[in-house]
C-alpha cells in the first residue's frame, strides 16, 4: 500500500468531485487521520456528512475501499451518486442482479474499483474473503458501526465478522456511528479494533465563544468600519466577495486609524506569504481578504471575522467564522448580507459549469444560507440543527441577544404569491412590487398589470419594506429566481399551502420595519 500523493489536496477534490466548496465542521481532520491510514472512530450526528468521510479518503488512496453497511437502499443511493460523479463504484448486496455482481467482479479484476460497499451478510459467505484478498483492499469504512454493539437495539451479527476481516487484511479500519453513548464506543474499539484505542473524533460542532450576527446590509462600509472601531487593537478577518473590494475597504480602514492590509489570489505568492506573516506575527492586524486567506492560517487568538458579503454556503460561513476564537476565549462575527449578494449568488451558480443537479444544490445550499441569515429565532440552534445536532438557545448570538419582533406575514405573503401567480410568474420582484402597490410604471401599463386585481393591493407596505418581505419569502424558499426566464421570481411547492391557506407564516418585523425609505412614487 502506498502512501497517498502529498500534491492532492482534499480540499480541491472536495470541489472537483462533489462540487462542495467547504468541509463541514469535523470531516476535515477524520478525512486527514483516514488518508494517513490510521485506525479511526468517528462520531458524528445523522446528516453531519459521514459518508465523505471515507469517500474522500478512498478516492486519494491507492486500491479499493470496502465499505461496509447495514441499509442496502443507502448503499445503492451512494454508489449511484458516486458513478454520477466519474468515480468507479460497486455493491455487493442481496438485493443485485446478476449483471450487476458481474460488473463489480470485472471492475475488481481489472483493478478499477475505488468503492466497494457490501452488507455485513456478506462476510459469512466463504467467498467474500477470497474475493477482498484479490481485491488489494486498502482501508475498511464501517458505516454504523454501533451495529456491532450486542447490547444495542441494532445489533447485527455479521458486524461481529468484521474484526477478523480487518485482521487477514491487515489494513487500516475507520468506523463510523451517530451513537455515542460510552459503553457502545468501548464495545466498538474491542470488536473492531482488537481493542487497540483508534484515533477517535468526538467533537460536538458547536463553537460556544463564537458570538453570531447577521445584518442586512444599509451603510456596508461604514458597518463594518463600525464593527472594526468597537474592536481596534484585536486580530481580525474581513472576508470579502471580490478581489478589488479587499483593496478598498483595507484603505478605508487604515484611514480610520487601523492596522490593515489586504489579501487575495491575484498577489503572488511573496507577498501573500508576507501577510500570513504579519498577520501570525503582529497584534491588532486586520486583514481584508478572498477567501483564499485561511487555510494556512493557524493563529489562535483571531479575535472577530466579518464578511462584508454574503458567503458562498453555510458550511463555508462556519468554516470562515470558525477561525476566530480557536483559544476559546470570546469572539465576534458580523456577516452582511443583501439583495445584490443574492442576486450574484444565484447567477454565479446558474451560469456556472457544474452540472444541473450540482447547481440545484447548490441553490438549496445558499437557501439555506439565507435561511440562517433572517432566522427568527437562535441562530446557533439553527446553524446546529443544519449540521445535525440539537442545542438549545445559545445566549450568544443577536437574536438570543435581541429577539426579533415577529408578525405573522401571511397576508403579505399571499399578496406576493398571487402578484407572482396572477403574472404567470414571469417577473422578478421589482415588477411585482410596483404591481401591489399599484404604480403606472409603462411596464405595467403596457402589459395591462393595472387591471389586475392584485394592482394596487400592498399600498399598506413601502418599496423597501416589500423588498424586505419578498427577501424572507425567497429566505423562506417560498420562491425562487428562475435563470431561464431571466430571474423571474418562480413559487416553489412550500408556497402552495400558504396559498391555499392551510399554513401562516411568521416574518421577521425588524427587517421589514429597518427597510426604511418612504414610496417615491414611480410613475
Ligand atoms: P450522514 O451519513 O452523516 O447522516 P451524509 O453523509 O448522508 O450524512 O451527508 C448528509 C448530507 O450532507 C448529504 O446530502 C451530503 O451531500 C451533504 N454534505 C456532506 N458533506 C458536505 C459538505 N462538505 N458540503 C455540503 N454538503 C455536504
Redesign the pocket.
Known sequence: MSEPDPSDDPSAL?ARVWG?D???PG?EEVVRAVIAGHNVLAI?P???????CFQLPALMREGVTVVISPLIALMRDQVRAMKQAGVEAGALTSGNTEEETEEVFAAIDEGRLKLLYMAPERLASGGALNLLRRANVSLIAVDEAHCVSQWGHDFRPDYLRIGELRRSLGVPLAAFTATADEETRAEIVTRLFDGAPPETFLRGFDRPNIHLAFSPKDQPRQQILTFAAARKGQSGIVYCGTRAKTETLARALREAGHSACHYHGGMDAEDRRNVEVRFQQEDGLIVVATVAFGMGVDKPDIRWVAHADLPK?I?AYYQEIGRAGRDGAPAETLTLYGPDDIRLRRSQIDEGLAPPEHKEADHG?LNALLGLAEATGCRRVKLLRYF?EDAADCGNCDLCDNPPDLFDGTEAVRKGLSAALRTDERFGAGHLIEILLGSSTDKIMQRGHDKLPTFGIGRDLSRAQWQAVFRQMMGHDLMRPDAARHGALVMTARAHPILRGEENITLRRDLVTKAKTKNTAKA
Open positions: 472536495l462542495f467547504a468541509f463541514r470531516q458524528m445523522t446528516g453531519g456528512g459521514k459518508s465523505l454556503s458550511e445550499r445535525g
